[in-house]
């Protein structure tokens, strides 16, 4: 059986982007419960459509709405479902870095 040769910078390369991955999933794992924590808080009336608009075209108003998730809920006084926003940011950006 042959095994291939890679060079040292191919290795380095790849071993960088798939160190990424369990971030991510934890991070994507996160962003579901968000989701499903949002749209509870716009049933219960928490949170209203202008709001999600406003998230949905102001980062900054997007930024303001993930800080207020707990793991226990929207507004709960509980430890932060995220919490390094800017860690969240970056691995959001990091997809389109790694192309």
């Known amino acids: 059986m042959l095994i291939p040769q890679y060079s040292p910078d191919l290795i380095q390369a790849y071993s960088e982007k798939w160190m990424v991955v369990p971030r991510m999933l934890v991070h994507a794992r996160a962003l579901v419960t968000a989701a499903r924590l949002l749209a509870e808080a716009l049933i219960e009336r928490k949170v209203t ?21 707990t793991i226990a809920g929207l507004d709960a006084p509980c430890d ?18 790694m192309l």
């Open 49 to 69: 459509e202008a709001e999600l608009i406003a998230a949905g075209t102001d980062p900054a108003a997007d930024r303001a709405m993930l800080a207020r998730f």
């Open 80 to 97: 932060p479902l995220f919490p390094d926003l800017d860690a969240l940011a970056a691995l959001i950006a990091a997809p389109e870095a």
